[in-house]
């Protein structure tokens, strides 16, 4: 009603102007209407998938408060997308994209067109001029927009430029998910998880390629002739990385085997990033190194694919780690965190700018930024302060949540506004069947390798498990979105997009059936899991799944897990597992893989003591030569805590350090910097001394007068109280 | 070098592919290498904001630590940027905009050109076959950006489409401001603030106007004839706002008194809104009410502009109040508080939401979201849990924060790399003094009328404070750069840029000496002020200025606030402003305005009830005809909870509720529910026992143990102990 009348009114504006005689004016005003007009359509636009969001965000709700676990938020965010794009397509389109063909007024003699037209509308070809004065004095500048083909329309219904998923929603995503990681079990499984990202990922597009072109062929030629042999490999290089949301966060829910959570989480963040650079490199061969007319398999351009695959990669990851350790460095040897919002700035900023760098550079910024979030959260978190440490990791998980959100309601919605969409059942068919056949390629081949040389096995039920976790996402369909101008990549598009679809509505919903089925035991402690089932330590974390109750994500959790590692333990009434009385079990080296054991010794002794105030101090693991160096890079903060309170940091979490830890003599009694917390039913309360540099013990009476403060609260039948003391300046 | 590098590698890719006789591939790399150096352009300007803002944050936290206040971060992010910009200015400009001009293929008539123009390179103007075969039988999109005229060049150095202002960069700016407000001193000071930011703002764009007017047309006419009145009022009211982000952080540091805070702040909180819209309201009356003739004044074009600035501001503030009260209704209504992630996705979803409808609905977008941020503040941010507020308080502190300054670095970069600049000293000069004198015809004759009718009068002092609190910023550069198609608009930008810089830099930087020659107290405790100073009664909010030491901008301070009114004052040693030791003082009515009386009342009796979880319910407040609408309006929880709780909320803050408070006779004892907050000068510990409908009552045992616990602390001498105990479910 508004617009109408708006309309109205702006037209009567119109009339009048048009009526008195000044022509120029009106083409000013008719141009900034139909610039309104245009933004009003981008306002819209936007507000559709608000909308959607708000309606998942509701929902979602509503289904966490009566515990239905059949749909996750994203498989309800497609639905969601689905209907409100169905409705969409039935809208007639209210903004007519009036065009024009022109033609060069000089020769033009380039080979490639020119970015920008002026367009003078004075004369047209035949140099006549034109009768209508309005337009007759001004040039207006046309920019490139790309190729267009004959079948392909201008539609600006709620669809965005495929280019904003790899520079504004995958970065959140993907830096929230190196961030959050759980990198104590990531660094144990590390060896099985290279594994399936870096070599698995591969077998798998090969496989998926293959198949894939073995399937195109059999089809009629016209359908046939549009697919070439790189077509597919690309498919299946999109089509591999996994996805895993819905099922993580039921793993959450359901406090899943650590091990497997590790696994499944670790494999797919890295294959993502596999995936982004493989098929970069199967579309150079393509575009840029293999002979155009050659359909033969090319050796050279194969090593020069192969070369940019593993420069591309290993560069973005060495941009993102030095950006990471730059922040790392930045906090450490600042006091920037005497201010928390200029801390979480330039968090943020670093962060960002990893991103731009990578890019600039011709790189993958998303790689860059997922090995930056991992550095950020090894190094840089443990010199935040409090405040920056809780506002990083809640900004990075609301960012998450509403870009991954965001992606699967456009996936939805696309499905029926998108015009180059291109169905064809067979293929579809046959994206699907090869997409599985590509993950049983992944799983159980390498699973069986790795059980070779593996102490604590991957036992039978989590290959299935890890099988069917494969479900397709964000990144398969930024991916497949990216470049729609064949009509073999447009019915990839369409695939990618049904499969992404299926696999989150009914993969997704059938997740909690199938841990069941495949007997993973659920409901267990982090701890008692770890110790019972695979015979790996597991003393941390063990607040990490429990009390998760009312609790939203497992960003969520991360956050707890943060505060309170590693004395949880009150919570099954006894103090059995707080490490000053029962000691930790015996070490057994060959639990964890050689690469997690050198790199984790390599961590401990130079890195941490460079980057954080962790101890030892370079000046105890460095050698005499390097004292002076080794003198500089340390703070006196470093210098001054007692030994006892170098592991004040989350570095727990790498439970690596473990072992280092007990070679030092150290690990017995109170470690008085590490934050406490108990847990009763109904009494939580943490107890987080930060260290001071001057006086950093915290006398046990305090913690002891705390303590009685909160039993008296519970012996008041408080209902629930927290008691914290925190180190605040 | 990495940029040169892959252009070589490109390059001789290119040759081979070219060599080989593949000509449309060839062209298809090229358009995909141009693409990649457009987009690796794009990551490079962003990188340079990236970067200026890093070495903003990283300055300022040197500043801060040294104490220095002779430079804000403001002043700070445009003198980098200026460094900066002189720098981009002496670059080569790496990228070629290739031009070329077109004709219509066939007669082309209509009033407006067209969106798209497809160029088909095969023929020129003459019919010709042209020679090259490369771009033969491809038919390319260019997309329509605008008129261009003679001098403009098109130039993509660091400058980015000035509509990103008003849909990006401002919105989280106005937001925060809102979000943020500190309401019981604005509420109070309602009268002054409308009056300063409605009729001030009017009266000072007016002045300006006018003066400039003068002042142009005592110029050679070749500057005289490019401004017509309008461009001058223009003028006007897009220099009329202020911006004292660096005063207001001044302010803070300094503990200045209360009234003038929010004078100061609330002013330019509102006078942004208002010159957004009277500047439209001017572009209207020009564009589309006048008659394009006539040079005189026009009454119905006049009272059409005036009709619009009226609607506009209405219905945007409308759509803005009812999108915070529809947050605050889902959030009382629903148990999304249960998820944390949930409830502050939907908080940011809604927000933004505001911003789309209205500008969807062709109304200001930003005016919108400054009325949605303030209920959401007053209403909603009662209704969540105690993580999302802290998330999203953070959240938007920090966007507010990279928002502004971004914002102002881009006001340095772009005084030299922007090509639109018009410098022409006298006029700058004019606009200058223009800028004082309109910012004193505002200040001096409303504050004289203001006083009037006041009770605790304006003084002087403040008066002049006032009058140097008039920076411009963020609202002034974003309106002047939204326009620059004709040598009147161009000059103005450059004007208004000037008198941001120096503004920001030179008042900013003398902010503090100011305070000290105008003899207004700073350093007193609020409520020490409040009393003392203007007779205002100011038990609430003293933790507000203090304890602000070490933490970062405003918004912190805000923080603190929010969790411990208001029982805070053990920190002068005395348990005297205790409200169950001491009675309030007696209430004069006439402290207070009229409108904010009226306001009160009715938000304490029907919005907040109907809104918050507060008390006293609809079902006492509502006459007994609509008992059954109220009792469907009353949640569980607002009845259960007893009577003294009725004000856990941050309801405080107005500062209003008190007398409600006393008619009902509440107002005695130690309320429970409410967040107990005590200070020592080495111990700061908050109790905050959240109310349980069932057993809301916290045992003062309880906070007696917490209290022995603190205390035990002290006297152990920890150095800064913070101990809370906090209502969890």
């Known amino acids: 009603m508004t617009r109408m009348a708006s309309g109205l009114l702006r037209l009567s504006a119109l009339l009048l102007t048009v009526a008195a005689g000044c022509h120029g004016a009106a083409t000013d005003i008719e141009l900034d209407v139909k610039a309104q007009d245009l933004h009003r359509l981008d306002s819209l636009n936007l507000l559709v998938y608000t909308f959607l969001l708000t309606a998942t965000v509701l929902t979602v709700w509503t289904f966490k408060h009566r515990r239905l676990r ?38 033009f003699n380039k080979s490639i067109p020119p970015d920008m037209l002026l367009l003078n509308l004075a004369t047209d070809e035949l140099g006549n001029n034109a009768t209508q004065s309005i337009t007759s004095n001004k040039t207006f500048a046309y920019a490139f927009r790309g190729e267009i083909t004959k079948n392909s329309e201008i539609d600006k219904k709620a669809t965005f430029d495929p ?203 998303v790689v860059a930024v997922l090995f ?85 096995k991957i036992p039978m039920n989590f290959q299935h498990m890890l099988f069917f976790a494969g479900l397709r996402g964000a990144m398969s369909f930024a991916l497949a979105i990216r470049n729609t101008v064949s009509v073999a990549r447009q019915s990839m598009l369409t695939a990618t997009s049904l499969i992404v679809i299926m696999t989150v509505i009914f993969q997704g919903g059938a997740a909690s059936q199938l841990l069941n089925w495949f007997n993973i035991p659920v409901g267990v402690d982090e701890e008692h899991e770890a110790l019972s089932h695979n015979g790996v330590r597991g003393v941390y974390n063990s ?69 954080t105030h962790s101890r030892p101090t370079l000046l105890e693991t460095l050698p005499v030569c390097c004292m002076p160096i080794a003198r500089i890079l340390t703070t006196t903060q470093q210098m001054t805590q007692d030994d006892q309170g170098h592991k004040v940091d989350s570095d727990s979490e790498l439970g690596m350090d473990d072992d280092y830890d007990r070679r030092r003599g150290g690990g017995g009694g109170l470690r008085h910097h590490q934050p406490v917390s108990y847990h009763q039913p109904n009494l939580n309360y943490t107890i987080n001394p930060c260290y001071q540099p001057n006086n950093g013990a915290m006398d046990s009476s305090t913690i002891n007068a705390a303590t009685n403060a909160a039993t008296t609260a519970t012996n008041r039948d408080e209902p629930y109280v927290i008691l914290s003391l925190n180190n605040r300046r």
């Open 70 to 107: 059949f749909l996750h938020e994203t498989g309800l965010a497609v639905i969601y997308g689905l209907i409100i794009g169905a409705i969409l397509r039935q809208l007639p389109s209210n903004i007519k994209i009036e065009q024009l063909q022109v033609v060069p007024q000089q020769t």
């Open 163 to 365: 280019e904003i998923f790899f520079n504004i929603i995958l970065p959140p995503i993907i830096f929230h998910a190196g961030y959050s990681l759980k990198r104590k079990y990531f660094f144990r499984n590390l060896g099985a998880i290279l594994m399936y990202a870096l070599v698995g990922t591969t077998v798998s597009s090969f496989v998926i390629g293959t198949l894939m072109y073995v399937f195109v062929k059999l089809l009629p030629p016209e359908i046939s002739t549009a697919f070439t042999f790189l077509d597919t490999l690309y498919f299946g290089a999109l089509i591999s990385p996994t996805d895993p949301l819905t099922i993580i966060s039921i793993f959450n829910d359901l406090h899943v085997d650590v091990n497997l959570y590790a696994l499944v989480f670790g494999e797919s963040v890295l294959n993502d990033a596999v995936a982004i650079v493989l098929s970069g490199a199967i579309q150079n061969y393509g575009e840029r190194y293999a002979t155009p007319g050659g359909s033969s398999f090319e050796v050279t351009a194969f090593f020069k694919a192969l070369g940019d695959f593993v420069s591309i990669f290993s560069l973005s990851l060495l941009i993102g780690a030095s950006m990471g350790c730059i922040t790392a460095l930045l906090t450490k040897f600042t006091h920037v965190r005497d201010f928390p919002l200029l801390e979480s700035a330039l968090f943020v900023l670093m962060s960002y700018s990893t991103f731009l760098i990578a890019e600039a550079a011709d790189l993958t910024g």
């Open 372 to 456: 930056c979030g991992i550095c950020q959260a090894h190094y840089t978190y443990n010199n935040l302060s409090s405040d920056s440490r809780q506002r990083t990791k809640q900004l990075f998980e609301l960012l998450n949540f509403l870009a991954e959100n965001f992606i699967f309601c456009y996936i939805g919605v696309s499905m029926f506004t998108f015009r180059k969409h291109n169905f064809n059942f067979i293929l579809i068919f046959s994206g699907f069947f090869c997409a599985l056949l590509g993950r049983a390629a992944n799983v159980y081949p390498l699973s069986f390798l790795l059980n070779l040389g593996r102490k604590p």
């Open 543 to 611: 607040m990490d799944t429990a009390g998760s109750g009312g609790e939203g994500g497992f960003g969520e959790l991360d956050m707890h897990r943060e505060r309170s590692p590693p004395y949880n333990s009150i919570q099954d009434g006894s103090a059995a597992s707080l490490p000053s009385t029962v000691p930790a079990p015996p070490t057994k080296s060959n639990e964890k893989a050689l690469l997690a054991r050198i790199w984790g010794n390599f961590d401990s002794r130079y890195m941490k003591p460079l980057l």
